[in-house]
T-cell receptor, first 110, second 112 residues
Framework: SQQGEEDPQALSIQEGENATMNCSYK?????LQWYRQNSGRGLVHLIL?????REKHSGRLRVTLDTSKKSSSLLITASRAADTASYFC??????????FGEGTQLTVNP | DTGVSQNPRHKITKRGQNVTFRCDPI?????LYWYRQTLGQGPEFLTY????????KSRLLSDRFSAERPKGSFSTLEIQRTEQGDSAMYLC??????????FGNGTRLTVT
């Protein structure tokens, strides 16, 4: 079953704008991860935030985690056409499997 | 590090046939995962191995599905008596212990 739910399902922006994607989950977690997937390809890991962390940065990516609300957000600043992809959040609970959400399809228009 | 390799990339089969997919993980990774992904959805967990031991299987993995990882290296996923509902992208990923997953580019299965 899907643990995470991303919002919005699809997002279309202009190059240079910021893109924000949200993820909600249902159970307590050890960590939450964000992955990116280009069409027809495998997923690529972007960033991991642990349950005791509230914010993390990596380049143009900023992730926040609110465990009280069971939600996370991914912000991509100064977006580029090459950022066009699907973005998935994934939660790790028992140290074994990752459970993925349904994803946000981001389109960055040049 | 040559990444996770999956073969074949595409497989078209007729309903009722058996198919087998192969995954070669990153060599030093001890964990190997299989996920299934349908169009517009996120990956769904099927099973995972730590070394050669299969430690967890999803209830999605019916008795027509079997996965192996002999000697803790490559893995195979076999689907017997394929059904149209098995059409999906089958993704393999590997990791070193609890580190983030490294995915292959998947095998796209089409059952006609």
């Amino acid at each position: 079953s899907q643990q995470g739910e991303e919002d919005p399902q699809a997002l279309s922006i202009q190059e240079g704008e910021n893109a924000t994607m949200n993820c909600s989950y249902k159970t307590s977690i050890n960590n939450l991860q964000w992955y990116r997937q280009n069409s027809g390809r495998g997923l690529v890991h972007l960033i991991l935030i642990r349950s005791n962390e509230r914010e993390k940065h990596s380049g143009r990516l900023r992730v926040t985690l609110d465990t009280s609300k069971k939600s996370s957000s991914l912000l991509i600043t100064a977006s580029r056409a090459a950022d066009t992809a699907s973005y998935f959040c994934a939660t790790e609970t028992s140290g074994s499997r990752l459970t993925f959400g349904e994803g946000t399809q981001l389109t960055v228009n040049p | 590090d040559t990444g996770v390799s999956q073969n074949p990339r595409h497989k078209i089969t007729k309903r009722g046939q058996n198919v087998t997919f192969r995954c070669d993980p990153i060599s030093e990774h001890n964990r190997l995962y299989w996920y299934r992904q349908t169009l517009g959805q996120g990956p769904e967990f099927l099973t995972y191995f730590q070394n050669e031991a299969q430690l967890e299987k999803s209830r999605l993995l019916s008795d027509r599905f079997s996965a192996e990882r002999p000697k803790g290296s490559f893995s195979t996923l076999e689907i017997q008596r394929t059904e149209q509902g098995d059409s999906a992208m089958y993704l393999c990923a590997s990791s070193l212990d609890y580190s983030p997953l490294h995915f292959g580019n998947g095998t796209r299965l089409t059952v006609t």
